[in-house]
């Protein structure tokens, strides 16, 4: 997660750190938490580039593109 949210064009400059809280190896679920530093309130930017959907949308597409 570090690798791929550090080197976002988009998160990159905001991304500080990963790291698991839990993880359960019967259901295969880990259980994360990311650090961002945003800047001073900008109008929208919490709303869109601080968007859980946007945020768990660049992990979908590096997954993809290492498909």
Do not use: C, H, K, W
């Not at 905001?14 to 679920?29: C, G, L």
């Not at 961002?36 to 900008?42: G, I, L, Y």
């Not at 109008?43 to 593109?65: A, C, K, S």
């Amino acid at each position: 997660l570090t690798e791929v949210y550090s080197s976002s064009p988009a998160l990159g400059r905001y991304f500080r750190s990963a790291q698991v809280i839990s993880f359960s190896n019967e259901s295969s679920t880990v259980i994360y938490q990311l650090v961002f530093s945003a800047p001073p309130s900008t109008e929208g930017f919490m709303e869109n580039t601080m968007n859980p959907d946007f945020i768990r949308n660049v992990l979908r597409q590096n997954i993809y593109d290492e498909d």
